[in-house]
């Protein structure tokens, strides 16, 4: 009998439950496990973490036997790359931004641009206004308005 | 009945003070603002709003929070009727009628009938709750733990169930939430686990940084990846807002019969708005004398599901208020907003706060008045709000994700993990998982495992003691039942040829 994916979505969904199962039982391993009538800081993670491997398994191995029912399966083409990696990272630049006291006016017009190109078409005019607008915006009512004690620029204390 | 009449009395005491007033306001009409724009649901919008309510006074917070919730629920009818895009869940049944509706130039009587119903199943909410909410809690005051575990363990089974998608990955979904929520110290051993020594994420991982992550970014970028639909916004004025004496009298008896769908389908776990939507709209085709109005803009179709909607939001405060067991991912939010001010959530809450309890359901109501009055006349602005295009509301959209989170800590680390919530959650998203029971299973993770704790010292370590008393065996025996039930391929497939036959 040869062993096909019928359900690449399942199959691959299967592998990453598995492996988070996995990752909390190793992770788990260095807490007491204690017994059930003692419970450990151990005893909860262990169990759930096993209890996540085996639906990992189950829906992994039902990938062999059932067709998917949705026909979109796990097409590469289908994902959205672009948005995807482009505010992942732009949030990721605010957050960073943010944290070494680079100011917040800096911050947000790197997200608010981050954010623009993530659309297909970049409208580089309209881009910059929206980060201007959106900014001074912002300003006023997380700054002046909420009184939110952030420094504005890397200079202002 | 002196005493509801009491309890209601010092509700609208608490309600009625110019700062609560001012708060549930804000709420609902920050609610209905975000809720408008479309592909953001309710949940979305409370996680984003949710940081707005920290820094309040628990009672305004709260009574904020739940205003945020029901707001956008309705404001995403509002997207429905006019725009052809269904916005989350509920207001898929909403189109249906009330898109016809507005195409033949009824936009007016169509909002104005979902307000009507909202508000029509507020009120019925409201005194549900305050009818079954003392005894309800009662009976919860003699839960123990093991009685505890078993209806956590019910909730979650059952909002697996009822979710969409396929059951095993909703239940494997649960799981991963359930160790989600074991990030950070533990209360008994004092251990810090799965913090990777990350020292910020020893209190563990804020409910409200997932769930902006998973609802919010990963959101956005479903929205920006899907193929541009352009929205069919209606052009003209809307005009004609009050709906016509015959229009009210013929939607008297859907509304009547919405609201109580939405009442029994509120509390239990799971069941949410859009079932109830979808019975209700169901009910009326089949009491209806001329069924084949329905999709071409029947007022009926309008009223009744948005009210069976409206009734559920209403009626799922019913377990989280009285057991302090959430039966949604919204009530997940409030229950979290709950703990992070300092109120421990359970039967014990009416008693000890009435305050909260009882201003808390008195705003309800207030908060569906103001939702009648604010939205009939800010239509034109909603309308507006929706033909902006969607390039230019997400960054403004990750900017308020943005700021909301940093500001919750002033560290920039939670803003770090938003993004990593939603870079994973769009995987997730790709391989067919879906998020509420998720965000359920994290809140009530570190309840489940004290009450597992407990439960076993109090048996000696035997866990038979989950089918010996009798409650909690009635739990799990419900439990299995539904499992059993849905579990059975052939069953699941019927019902979604039942939704879809419709």
Redesign the interface.
């Known amino acids: 009998m040869r062993l096909t994916i019928k359900n690449p979505?399942?199959f691959?969904?299967g592998i990453?439950?598995v492996a988070?199962?996995a990752l909390?039982v190793y992770?788990?391993r260095d807490?007491?496990m204690g017994?059930?009538?003692?419970?450990?800081?151990g005893y909860?993670?262990t169990w759930?973490?096993g209890?996540?491997i085996g639906?990992?398994v189950?829906?992994g191995g039902?990938a062999f036997r059932i067709e998917s029912e949705?026909s979109e399966g796990?097409g590469l083409d289908?994902?959205?790359f672009?948005?995807?990696l482009v505010?992942?990272a732009?949030?990721?630049l605010?957050?960073?931004m943010?944290?070494a006291n680079l100011g917040f006016v800096p911050s947000?017009l790197v997200?608010?641009t981050g954010?623009?190109l993530?659309?297909k078409?970049v409208?580089w005019r309209?881009t910059i206004l929206?980060?201007v607008c959106?900014t001074a915006g912002?300003v006023a009512i997380?700054s002046y308005g909420l009184d939110?004690p952030?420094p504005l620029f890397w200079w202002s204390k | 009945m002196e005493q509801l009449l009491q309890n209601l009395v010092l509700g609208f005491s608490v309600a009625l003070t110019l700062q609560n007033l001012a708060y549930c306001f804000l709420g609902v009409f920050l609610g209905t603002m975000i809720g408008v724009l479309p592909g953001i649901g309710p949940l979305a919008t409370m996680a984003m709003l949710l940081p707005l309510t920290y820094t309040l006074p628990p009672i305004s917070a709260l009574i904020m929070l739940a205003g945020i919730y029901y707001g956008s629920d309705y404001g995403g009818s509002t997207t429905a009727i006019l725009v052809n895009l269904p916005g989350e869940g509920s207001s898929v049944v909403t189109l249906l009628d009330g898109h016809p509706m507005a195409r033949q130039g009824r936009a007016g009587p169509a909002l104005a009938m979902a307000a009507i119903g909202s508000f029509f199943a507020g009120c019925v909410g409201t005194l549900i709750i305050a009818l079954v909410g003392p005894p309800l809690a009662n009976v919860a005051l003699k839960f123990g733990s093991p009685e505890y575990f078993s209806l956590m363990v019910m909730a979650l089974v059952c909002a697996s169930v009822v979710g969409t998608g396929s059951l095993l990955k909703s239940l494997a979904m649960v799981v991963v939430g359930l160790l989600l929520g074991i990030v950070g110290t533990d209360v008994t051993s004092g251990k810090a686990r799965f913090t990777f020594g990350v020292p910020e994420l020893n209190d563990g991982v804020g409910i409200a940084v997932v769930a902006m992550g998973v609802f919010g970014l990963t959101e956005i970028v479903k929205n920006l990846g899907s193929a541009q639909i352009t929205p069919t916004i209606l052009q003209g004025k809307i005009t004609g807002l009050m709906p016509r004496w015959e229009d009210l009298k013929i939607c008297f008896g859907p509304m009547l019969r919405g609201s109580s769908i939405g009442a029994v389908f509120g509390p239990l776990p799971g069941l949410g708005g859009t079932i109830s939507a979808f019975t209700s709209y169901m009910a009326e085709k089949k009491l209806a004398k001329d069924p084949s109005r329905f999709g071409k803009g029947a007022i009926e179709g309008v009223a009744g599901p948005e009210t069976a909607n409206n009734a559920c939001p209403q009626t799922t405060f019913v377990p989280m208020l009285t057991l302090g067991v959430p039966g949604s991912a919204s009530m997940a939010l409030m229950l979290g907003a709950m703990i992070i001010h300092g109120i421990t959530p359970g039967p014990q809450v009416m008693t000890a706060r009435p305050d909260l309890f009882w201003g808390l359901i008195a705003s309800m109501w207030i908060g569906n008045l103001m939702l009648l009055m604010l939205n009939l006349p800010l239509i034109g602005i909603w309308v507006k709000l929706l033909q902006v295009p969607y390039r230019m509301l997400f960054p403004i959209i990750m900017t308020l994700m943005g700021i909301g989170i940093y500001s919750l800590n002033s560290s920039g680390t939670d803003v770090l993990l938003m993004a990593f919530f939603g870079f994973i959650g769009y995987v997730l998203v790709k391989l067919g998982c879906s998020f509420p029971p998720l965000i359920l299973a994290m809140v009530l993770g570190p309840l489940l495992e004290e009450n597992l704790r407990r439960s076993m010292l109090l048996s000696d370590g035997d866990p038979s003691v989950f089918f010996t008393r009798p409650i909690s065996c009635g739990f799990m025996v419900a439990t299995g039942l539904l499992l059993l039930l849905f579990a059975v391929p052939a069953l699941r497939r019927k019902r979604s040829e039942v939704i879809k036959d419709d």
Do not use: K, N
Not at chain 1, 35 to 41: E, I, K, R
């Open positions: 979505q399942d691959w969904c990453l439950f988070l199962g909390a992770l788990a807490y007491e017994s059930a009538l003692q419970m450990g800081p909860f993670p759930l973490g209890i996540l639906f990992g189950l829906i039902l949705s796990l289908t994902w959205a672009r948005p995807w505010l992942t732009a949030l990721a605010f957050a960073v943010m944290e947000l997200l608010i954010c623009a993530a659309h078409d409208h309209e929206l980060a959106v912002a997380f939110m952030y």
